[in-house]
Structures are given as C-alpha cells and as structure tokens.
C-alpha cells in the first residue's frame, strides 16, 4: 500500500489542525494504520494507532484527549484530528501501515510509510 499523508501547516498554540493520508490500493481496510511524528532533533515517535476496523484505537499518553485518529475505508483514508495544539506538537507527522496482528507502537512494526507532513505549532 502507498501512503500520502497532507494537511500539515502553521497553527497558533490552542488551535486545531486535520492531517489525512490517502492510501493506494482496494486492500486498505485490511491494515491497520497509525500516526508518528518526529520533533527536531528527536526520535520518531508513535502518536496514536487504529484498527483495520475502525473500531480500536490507541494513543499516547502525551496526545490523549487532544488528539482524535479515524479512518474511512470507503474513501481509503486515515485521518488525525488535533485539537488543543501545542508548541511541543511541532513534528512532521507520518502516517504508516501495517499488515499483521495487533496495534503497534513501535515504527519497525509498520512496513509501509508515507513521506510526512510538517505541522509547526507557534506560541
């Protein structure tokens, strides 16, 4: 499956933002799909996760409550909702896939990844 994640931009701390990532391919509805994100000079790092379903998701302890991940399997997109966002947000997000058993947390889990988005979160 092919990624493209877009809706990344520059926000004011307390506002929101939506990123999407469209995928290729009929057989989205069979991975389940996660958002990491990457800070300067740090580690990527897992946001939140979703099942191939719909209906299990997972997050960070750093985003829960602020941060809403969904997917549309018709439409073949997976989507993050940020709310309340801070300065510490600021990351190229990423979108990724994954194929076999499980939400994952960790990027050596997910095989297939999309090329970021950069959301800078302004004081």
């Known amino acids: 499956v092919q990624l493209q994640a877009s809706g990344g931009g520059l926000v004011q701390a307390g506002g929101s933002l939506r990123l999407s990532c469209a995928a290729s391919?009929?057989?989205?509805?069979?991975?389940?799909m996660a958002w990491f994100r990457r800070a300067p000079g740090k580690e990527r790092e897992f946001v939140a996760a979703i099942g191939w379903s719909g209906t299990s998701t997972y997050y960070a302890e750093s985003v829960k409550g602020r941060f809403a991940i969904s997917r549309d399997n018709a439409k073949v997109t997976l989507y993050l909702q940020m709310n309340s966002l801070k300065p510490e947000d600021t990351a190229v997000y990423y979108c990724?896939?994954?194929?076999?058993?499980?939400?994952?947390?960790?990027?050596?889990?997910?095989?297939?990844w999309g090329q970021g988005t950069l959301v800078t979160v302004s004081s």
């Open positions: 990724a896939a994954k194929g076999d058993y499980g939400l994952g947390t960790r990027t050596y889990e997910y095989a297939y």
């Open positions: 391919g009929r057989t989205f509805s069979r991975y389940h």
